[in-house]
């Protein structure tokens, strides 16, 4: 390397020159998301900043800090620690099973005394990661099609199999599909892909039948609500009611009856979509739809201009997650989904989706930052 090379490396690495190359447009729309579901938290609870609007707050507030400071740690560290932390979510999904605290009927968490985990969370960036470590030492030919395929068929089966075991069938499905994502982008067959989703197809009727639960079969069965509207189509039905109502430009902010008079059942979480639509109405739907694609194409563009193959991997996987948990919450509130669970990112109230969706977004920003790096060079870590 050339002294000139040397000296552009160094200066890229002065922390003050990689603030400068966050991509402060994604930033903005991420604000944009992030505060529209403070106010609409802060609506359905009455124009009142309990019992949800200032802790999503708070919670917003740290993850943009946690995105900032990963994006300006070095992509290598993300390298070096893929497997470990793929490692780690995959042992504390295995202690969920043993050991996990039981609500409402699932056994999702580990109670660690003063903090309550949820290890499939962690997951979500863990498969991401370890799968674009895997990738980034493999040939085209051999992600194209060959026995080492294997290798991250199991990495993906193996957590999902856990969660689903919990049950959690939403987040199951979000990391199956994930992963393959991950598979696609790294350029996987297209005879292959053609081939499993025709067996995808083939398995539905198998699936629905021995592998889901009863009441899952039951939201399955009565998709629209109108089947069983006083039982489990009565969420999807009040779903649909509270967006209908919406109309054109919404009944006003804090003026939606559907929610406000507690007719949605989850109207703070899986259901605030429709609690959105009901006072915004659809140009305000829209426009949310638009920040969320906005942000997805700028991550995309970003994973794109990235110079090492885990950059890219890493940002377009986190991106494809970001783009499930909307189209499947999308789907899900207005009936051509069933209730899986799955929350709207960074509009829903949770701590821990928050985090994960924050975290995600902080290896964006890093691949973006760090776009002209190589990593697994043999350079050592730094």
């Known amino acids: 390397m050339t002294a000139s090379a040397l000296s552009q490396a160094g200066e890229r690495e002065r922390p003050s020159v990689k603030f400068g190359e966050i991509d402060w447009v994604l930033f903005t729309v991420l604000c944009l998301i992030g505060g529209s579901g403070i106010a609409i938290l802060y609506s359905i609870a009455g124009s009142a900043w309990e019992p949800w609007a200032l802790k999503q707050f708070l919670r917003f507030a740290v993850g943009v800090v946690l995105m900032l400071t990963i994006a300006l740690v070095s992509l290598r560290v993300w390298f ?45 960036i863990g498969i991401v990661l370890a799968l674009a470590r895997f990738y980034q030492g493999l040939s085209a030919k051999e992600a194209n099609w060959s026995w080492k395929l294997i290798i991250p068929v199991v990495m993906i089966l193996a957590p999902v199999g856990l969660i689903k075991m919990e049950p959690d069938l939403g987040t199951a499905i979000l990391i199956l599909l994930t992963g393959g994502a991950v598979m696609v982008m790294a350029g996987l067959s297209w005879r292959v ?179 002209y790096d190589e990593v697994g060079s043999g350079k050592g870590l730094f």
């Open 193 to 371: 892909i053609g081939a499993l989703v025709v067996a995808g197809i083939v398995a539905v009727p198998l699936f629905i039948e021995f592998g889901m639960q009863q009441y899952q079969r039951d939201r399955l069965l009565t998709l629209g609500g109108k089947a069983d509207p006083t039982g489990s189509g009565f969420q999807i039905l009040q779903s649909k009611i509270a967006m209908g109502s919406g109309g054109l430009l919404g009944r006003g902010y804090g003026l939606g009856s559907q929610s406000q008079l507690n007719f949605i059942p989850e109207k703070h979480t899986d259901f605030i979509f429709a609690t959105f639509a009901e006072e915004f109405g659809f140009v305000g739907c829209a426009s949310m739809l638009f920040l969320f694609a906005l942000a997805i194409f700028i991550s995309l563009r970003i994973a794109a201009v990235s110079h090492s193959h885990f950059g890219r991997l890493a940002a377009s996987g986190v991106t494809a997650t970001f783009a499930l948990y909307v189209m499947i919450n999308g789907a899900m509130v207005m009936g051509l989904a069933p209730v899986v669970g799955i929350p709207m990112p960074l509009l829903s109230y949770g701590g821990t989706v928050m985090l994960t969706v924050m975290v995600g977004f902080g290896l964006v920003q890093c691949v973006r930052v760090h776009r």
């Open 80 to 124: 070096f620690l893929a497997y470990p932390i793929y490692v780690l979510a995959l042992v504390l999904l295995v202690a969920v099973e043993l050991f996990g605290e039981v609500s409402l009927g699932a056994q999702r968490w580990l109670d660690l005394g003063p903090v309550r985990l949820q290890p499939s969370e962690i997951m979500k």
